[in-house]
């Protein structure tokens, strides 16, 4: 998983790659062979599998026994999303809980770490996700219900201040001030 010496980027497949392995033979000086057919590694490649960039780890290419071959096959996404469906189970710690117990069934442990980890990660992304989007429109609400209220209680206080006014009711507080002025006034000029 992790040991290869070359590193594969898909480019655009043909057909033909989903169905046969690509046999590749490492030789000297970063030259490769894939399926009887030689090229210069760290390069784009094209060929009746389409193409692909072939990456040499130079480090274990350099140590890598070139007598043995290199087997690549190449799956579609949704086979590929299919075998990780079959071979991870996800279970809940009991009732009411959050906790979730995830297993992956994998003959590379390193890739299954791999994969639990970045499903965890995109998982917590994705809740976080979701937490911003109901915090957003949570506020939403509380902004509309803000406007209306306040739009409420604009209208309630010009209802009163007509009443008042059709009515001859002054401001009891604004009258007492006014009182207590006229008072001290009057004291000042004694």
Known sequence: YDKSPIQIKKIALSESAYE????????DDG???????????????HGEFGSVYVALKDSLFNSWNKNIPILVNFSSKEAVAENL???????????????LYVTYLSPV?????????????????????????????TLNFIEDRLDILSKDLEQAEMVVEEYKSSHSITDISAEAQLFLETARQNDMEK
Do not use: C
């Not at 046969?20 to 030789?27: N, S, V």
């Not at 996800?90 to 959050?98: A, E, H, L, P």
């Not at 639990?116 to 976080?128: E, G, P, Q």
């Open 20 to 27: 046969d392995p690509l046999k590749i033979i490492l030789t």
């Open 31 to 45: 030259i490769i062979q894939i399926n009887g057919t030689t090229y210069q590694g760290n390069t784009i490649i």
């Open 109 to 137: 442990p390193q890739k299954g770490k791999d994969i639990l980890n970045s499903l965890i990660d995109n998982y917590n992304l994705a809740s976080i996700e979701d937490k911003n989007i109901l915090a957003g429109k």
């Open 85 to 99: 469906r079959k071979n991870i189970n996800v279970k809940t710690s009991g009732k009411g809980t959050s906790v």
